[in-house]
């Protein structure tokens, strides 16, 4: 499965931006599909995923501003955010774990895509 990244870029604080991510190759509507962000000179961290029920699960610096949704007929996941801040700065990665259920932690997926720079200015 690969993995490819879009819509990142530059925005004003309290902009928005949606991140695609485009799945190819052995895809599979029962995988979860996660974003994670990376700041510079901080640890990758979850954001935000969504089984292939459409269940979805987040953690709290994004509450009520970022959503994730799928499209299984396009292999595409999104990230809408909304109301951005500087510290949502980062490079957000999306990627895949097989099988249902939630997912949180980095080592349970499997696919990861190449990211997209997300710079919120103020």
């Known amino acids: 499965v690969q993995l490819q990244a879009s819509g990142g870029g530059l925005v004003q604080v309290g902009g928005s931006l949606r991140l695609s991510c485009a799945a190819s190759?052995?895809?599979?509507?029962?995988?979860?599909m996660g974003w994670f962000r990376q700041a510079p000179g901080k640890e990758r961290e979850f954001v935000e995923c969504i089984t292939w029920s459409g269940r979805t699960y987040y953690e709290g610096p994004v509450k009520g501003r970022f959503s994730i949704s799928r499209d299984n007929a396009k292999n595409t996941v999104y990230l809408q955010m909304n109301s951005l801040k500087p510290e949502d700065t980062a490079v957000y990665y999306c990627?895949?774990?097989?099988?249902?259920?939630?997912?949180?932690?980095?080592?349970?997926?499997?696919?990861w895509g190449q990211g997209t720079q997300v710079t919120v200015s103020s």
């Open positions: 990627a895949a774990a097989a099988g249902p259920g939630v997912r949180t932690d980095m080592i349970a997926y499997d696919y």
């Open positions: 190759g052995r895809t599979s509507s029962s995988y979860t």
